[in-house]
């Protein structure tokens, strides 16, 4: 099979760096077409910069990158430097990119490409929030029905929130944006952090990421030591979750993780819950599946998977 054309809209953030280091790894599975920045983690002129440090660290400078919305729709940006740092690739000692970022806007780029491909050929890869698609669906809705798939990192259910007690962070920093997404009726694959939790990077994990003694293995295992303090003390898990990568790793084996063909609603006007991704996981409303929502994962597969893959880096 022809590798699967996607568009990696993202806000890097430690474990977006891994997602991407994993399609870049991978060409005979996924061809990464461009890499767009949204603020989230931390804020544009950062995440835009970070996008073309893990391009050049991978070798791949041929891949375009572009700056996109630097706000959520109709709310303040809400950012994440206690998780990763002041630069969101906080651990490893990266140098400054080389490579151009492109004139052209990052929403531009997605609707000009979907425009430009066949029907059902185009799978967008939000790793952030999904303010960049959300506003590519307002501004040319003719897209909505040529794009492939969306599969996307965020949303929690069992697992509840990160952010506040019941968001999880990519959704809450941009509900509007996320309902937008959600009721567009693309097939859309959602990574919630009942996934993600899963997905622990453990010390002998990241000792096999370090072990590869390679730029790009030695700065995940880095980038890893770096946020795994935070979400180690916060969890009191083993290891700290590698949410991101879960998406990158779907394209590549869908096998390994398993779900629900449910409805998800996405909470934009309370208080208490704003950005909550309502999952009816025992379909008890009869509202109509809109979403593919996974629920576990086999993770030594998915670690064997990104060490040999990274290994090729």
Avoid at 49 to 67: H, Q, S
Avoid at 248 to 276: C, K, Q, W
Wanted: charged share 20%; glycine share 8%.
């Amino acid at each position: 099979m022809a590798p699967r054309k996607i568009i990696i809209d993202t806000d890097p953030g430690q474990d977006d760096a891994v997602a991407i280091l994993l399609a870049l790894a991978s060409p005979e599975d996924v061809d990464v077409l461009g890499i767009t920045a949204v603020a989230g983690n931390v804020p544009l002129e950062l995440t835009a910069k970070n996008a073309r440090i893990i391009c050049e660290l991978a070798g791949k400078t041929d891949v375009p990158v572009f700056a996109g919305y630097d706000r959520p729709l109709g709310r303040d940006l809400v950012t994440a430097e206690h998780v990763h740092g002041k630069t969101g690739l906080d651990g490893p000692s990266l140098s400054d990119p080389q490579m151009p970022l492109q004139e052209q806007h990052a929403v531009d780029f997605i609707i000009e490409t979907v425009r430009a491909h066949d029907t059902g050929t185009i799978t967008l890869c939000p790793l952030g929030p999904l303010t960049n698609v959300a506003t590519a669906f307002q501004r040319a809705p003719d897209i909505v029905e040529k794009v492939q798939q969306i599969v996307l990192m965020g949303g929690a259910y069992f697992e509840v929130g990160n952010i506040t007690p019941t968001a999880e962070f990519n959704i809450y920093v941009d509900p509007e944006a996320a309902d937008i997404v959600f009721k567009s009726g693309v097939d859309i694959v959602v990574m919630p952090l009942d996934v993600t939790h899963k997905a622990l990077v453990t010390k002998p994990r990241n000792d096999a990421f370090r072990a590869l003694g390679t730029p790009v293995g030695v700065a995940v295992a880095e980038m890893t030591d770096f946020f795994e303090r935070f979400d180690k003390e916060k969890y009191g898990s083993a290891g700290a979750p590698l949410h991101d990568p879960c998406v990158t790793a779907y394209l590549i084996r869908p096998d390994l993780f398993t779900g629900r063909h449910v409805n998800v609603e996405v909470e934009t006007s309370s208080d208490l819950t704003m950005g909550m991704t309502v999952a009816d996981w025992w379909r008890v409303t009869g509202r109509p599946a809109n979403a593919m929502f996974m629920g576990d994962i086999d993770a030594d597969g998915f670690f064997g998977l990104l060490t040999e893959r990274l290994a090729r880096l």
